[in-house]
């Protein structure tokens, strides 16, 4: 190379071809750096299937880069002069190449973006930071947006989305004639449903390799690598997603909200990891849902339920986190400060829902939305667990769990830590709403039917107790006028029942020891 190159920085979630620093940079006049440090790994203690399924990704999109012509400087944890910080990375790495300056796309996570603000004046170099256009929605077009209204739901910046995209549209009008298909979407599981197989990715050298590693750091981390079979290229990533469109896509509108024990993905995508890395694109991914449904291969139902979730909700919590934080972090609008139970590390409860939702979370690092907003998130939101507890558990354990799109989960939709901001109720249910939506209820020691008692199930009392405890702030909503008209015909007796109910339950919940994330 004649003159000073240009350093390009990617971070581990930045494994995409279109992405901005490389589309506008010249590949003779570049070199790529891709950089494994602890400080990324250990922020919080990640379960090692994620910082493996990283780790891998990475290294085989680096693979990917040389073959399309880029040079790569790729730097493992266990280099012995690795600094153990992405800046310490980019600073050896600029040095190393004498490089003239450094370009980067924006990170998706707030601690980093501080972190890259600084690197300017740090490094005494020109570092150029390019937006993320890997999504459909920019960052100033989603403030502009937000700006224009008193109140964000995502329903509407959805139907703009819709219209942007042109995705199930006729004309200006939406496909079908409706929006939302969510009505159709809400059955309970039968007793004889088939559950179609998760494709598998058996290890190649470099994940053998990548294994070995993260089994030899982080081996006392959440979670196994027991299994490990998750896409880590972009081939296996289509290859995942192909097999959806094919077998499970036609029925994940009427079982979206369903759950079985034992059935880890359902007739869910399982794609949030992959997209999240950069493997998948999500306006492909939402068009060949279309293309599945214009074919006539899957209904209407389906193909919008699966496109709301990619177009709608992944790009409006990404727009919310970046409008609220560093504040999203610290919200507390229940003051809610019971410390997490052990059990969401260990799965040692009595509640069959609870146990196994955390189960597949240790062995898959994946649980499916309604076992996170359900059952682990009802829970923690009824109990009045921290939501920095909460928030941190959710980053630890999940393989798809980066902060700007983990935190307004938690904290908006499931613990309404943020007062309603992202969503207009609680998403609170009793014991009755998983007995519908699952067959948990069947193989548990408690009875769902009992609304009190030893042996009645914890969600009764606890969400009833959870309702008159935030009656001050919960009661105007008109989203609960049902519930509290229901709580306040209630004798004293009766409440005061299921108060005390709820209060000795909690009484037995062992708090998790400190230092677990
Ligand atoms: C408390 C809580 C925490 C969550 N934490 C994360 C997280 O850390 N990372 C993450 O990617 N998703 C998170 N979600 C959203 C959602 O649960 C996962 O995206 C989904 O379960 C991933 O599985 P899937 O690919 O099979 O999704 P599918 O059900 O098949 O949906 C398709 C895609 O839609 C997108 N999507 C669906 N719902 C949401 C949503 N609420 N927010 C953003 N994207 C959505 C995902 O990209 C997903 O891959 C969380 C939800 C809750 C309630
Ligand atoms: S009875 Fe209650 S605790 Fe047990 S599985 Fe059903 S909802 Fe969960």
């Not at 006729?170 to 496909?175: C, I, L, M, V």
Request: proline letters at 5%; hydrophobic letters at 45%.
């Amino acid at each position: 190379m004649s003159q000073q190159p240009i350093l390009i920085s990617i971070l581990g979630d930045q494994l995409s071809l279109s992405l901005a620093s490389l589309r506008d940079s010249d590949r003779s006049k570049a070199v790529v750096l891709l950089a494994e440090v602890w400080d990324e790994a250990t922020y919080v203690r990640h379960h090692q299937a994620k910082i493996a399924l990283v780790f891998s990704a990475m290294r085989h999109f680096a693979e990917d880069l040389r073959a399309d012509g880029w040079t790569v400087d790729y730097v493992k944890l266990d280099d012995p002069a690795n600094t153990g910080s992405l800046r310490g990375e980019v600073e050896r790495g600029l040095t190393r190449h004498n490089a003239r300056g450094v370009r980067v796309t924006e990170p998706g996570e707030w601690r980093l973006q501080q972190d890259f603000d600084q690197w300017s004046s740090v490094l005494g170099c020109l570092v150029e930071i390019l937006p993320d256009t890997r999504f459909l929605c920019s960052k100033i077009q989603f403030y502009t947006w937000a700006a224009a209204r008193r109140e964000l739901r995502m329903e509407y910046f959805y139907r703009d989305m819709r219209r942007q995209t042109g995705l199930l549209m006729d004309g200006d009008k939406p496909a079908g004639g409706k929006w939302n298909f969510d009505a159709e979407n809400r059955s309970g599981p039968p007793a004889n449903l088939i559950v179609p197989a998760q494709p598998q990715f058996p290890p190649d050298a470099i994940t053998s390799e990548v294994l070995v590693l993260v089994s030899a750091r982080f081996g006392d981390h959440f979670g196994s690598l027991d299994g490990f079979a998750m896409p880590v290229t972009r081939a296996n990533a289509e290859a995942a997603f192909a097999d959806f469109l094919e077998n499970r896509l036609p029925t994940f509108g009427q079982y979206q909200d369903a759950m079985i024990a034992g059935e880890d993905f359902m007739f869910h995508a399982n794609i949030s990891a992959a997209m999240n890395l950069g493997l998948l694109d999500p306006l492909a991914v939402a068009q060949a849902a279309e293309a599945e449904y214009r074919a006539g291969r899957a209904p209407l139902n389906a193909a919008e339920g699966f496109i709301r979730q990619v177009i709608g909700w992944r790009e409006y919590v990404r727009g919310m986190y970046w409008l609220d934080m560093p504040g999203m972090a610290q919200a507390n609008a229940l003051n809610a400060q019971r410390p997490l139970p052990e059990f969401y590390w260990t799965g040692d409860t009595d509640m069959a829902c609870l146990a196994d939702c955390v189960r597949t979370t240790l062995d898959n690092a994946y649980a499916h939305h309604i076992q996170r907003l359900m059952v682990l998130g009802n829970f923690a939101l009824l109990a009045g667990i921290a939501p920095k507890q909460v928030a941190e558990w959710f980053l630890v354990v999940y393989a798809d769990a980066y902060e700007w799109v983990e935190l307004p989960n938690v904290a908006g939709m499931a613990l309404h830590a943020d007062g309603g901001r992202l969503a207009s109720k609680p998403y609170a249910a009793s014991g009755a709403y998983i007995n519908r939506m699952s067959n948990y209820c069947r193989g548990c020691r408690y009875d769902v039917k009992q609304k009190v008692g030893p042996d009645a199930c914890p969600f009764n009392a606890l969400y009833w107790d959870f309702l008159a405890r935030n009656e001050a702030k919960l009661a105007r909503n008109m989203r609960l006028a049902n519930p509290y008209a229901t709580w306040r015909r209630m004798s004293d007796e009766q409440r005061a029942g299921y108060r005390d109910s709820a209060a000795r339950f909690l009484e037995t919940i062992k708090p998790a020891p400190a230092g677990w994330a």
